[in-house]
């Protein structure tokens, strides 16, 4: 590993890791309730599952549901951080362009398709998650991580302004945009990546 990839790995905050040990109970409770949300997500739609149906379909009392979760968004929040996971596993060490070993551009233009892909993969969960309260999408762990990526980027790119910058490509890709684009416009998904991987390489140009 170069420098720069043990810079880049080392900068970049995770999404998991220091998770205080759940207990055995904690734990089973944990992945009934996802399971039994997940499932109920899928064949209701999430506007349609109240928190009552996602305790009543895991068996577990509503008072567990609502102290480890909080609200719908936080159900969406934990079901998304599997996926979140695997698309940092790939930017910090998975295969260039989307992994280390690409130029800076090549990579941000790696990483907005594939995070476009993931939005689009689970547009609901994220909406979401991004829009429980005002700038909720700002608060959430992965936005930081999603936005200190891209800023590591465009800094290794040489442009200035990176974090602004930065912050252009992700609101340009928040969940709402993404829906109007697909749902509403019925943009087809290739022709939505092609340009905004045009648009994070002209990002990474000075």
Known sequence: MNDAVASHRRDL??????????????ARNRIKVLAAAERLFDTLG????????VAAAAGVGKGTLYRRFGDKSGLAAALLD???????????SGPPPLGPGAPPADRLAAFAAAYLAYVDAH????TLSQTA??????????????QHHCAILLTAAGVPDPQIRADTLLAALTAEQVRHWRRDENRPLPDLTAAVVAISRRLATV
């Open 13 to 26: 905050p995770l999404l998991s890791g220091g998770v205080p040990q759940e207990r055995a109970d904690a």
């Open 46 to 53: 999430v506007a349609a599952v109240s928190m009552d149906d």
């Open 123 to 126: 547009l609901d969960l994220v």
């Open 82 to 92: 599997e996926r979140e996971s695997e698309l940092q596993t790939a930017m910090l």
């Open 133 to 146: 309260s005002a700038g909720a999408r700002l608060r959430t762990g992965s936005h930081r991580l999603w």
